[in-house]
């Protein structure tokens, strides 16, 4: 069986908070969407100081790339990135694939 790690980095304008605020719950709403295994949304709280400009991260596992590619057209997506893009000054998607061991 193979899951999708969905990572996507984003760089939110400081200038707006309550915006911020607002994409940042929209965002933690799609927890609940079919195929969903687990989701983290937050803003960035690394000490490295490598973020390069990076704000905020969602990090979402998916049963599968068909729940991965739901979950990409959804309504409740699309809606939540319109409410991201007036905020939204940068962002960086990378999905992996990972194989997950099913006992029988």
């Given at each position: 069986?193979?899951?999708?790690?969905?990572?996507?980095?984003f760089?939110?304008?400081?200038?707006?908070?309550?915006?911020?605020?607002?994409?940042?719950?929209?965002?933690?709403?799609?927890r609940?969407?079919?195929?969903?295994?687990?989701?983290?949304?937050?803003p960035?709280?690394?000490?490295?100081?490598?973020?390069?400009?990076?704000?905020h991260?969602?990090?979402?596992?998916?049963?599968?790339?068909?729940?991965?590619?739901?979950?990409?057209?959804?309504?409740?997506?699309v809606?939540?990135?319109?409410?991201?893009?007036?905020?939204?000054?940068?962002?960086?998607?990378?999905?992996?694939?990972v194989?997950?061991?099913?006992?029988?």
């Open positions: 069986m193979t899951q999708v790690v969905h990572t996507v980095l760089e939110l304008d400081p200038e707006q908070p309550d915006a911020v605020d607002a994409a940042v719950d929209a965002l933690r709403a799609l609940s969407l079919p195929g969903v295994i687990s989701m983290t949304v937050g960035n709280v690394s000490p490295e100081g490598l973020a390069q400009g990076y704000t991260a969602l990090v979402a596992v998916f049963g599968s790339a068909a729940d991965r590619d739901h979950y990409l057209t959804a309504p409740e997506h809606a939540a990135v319109e409410l991201l893009q007036p905020c939204l000054r940068h962002v960086a998607v990378v999905d992996v694939d194989d997950v061991d099913v006992e029988a």
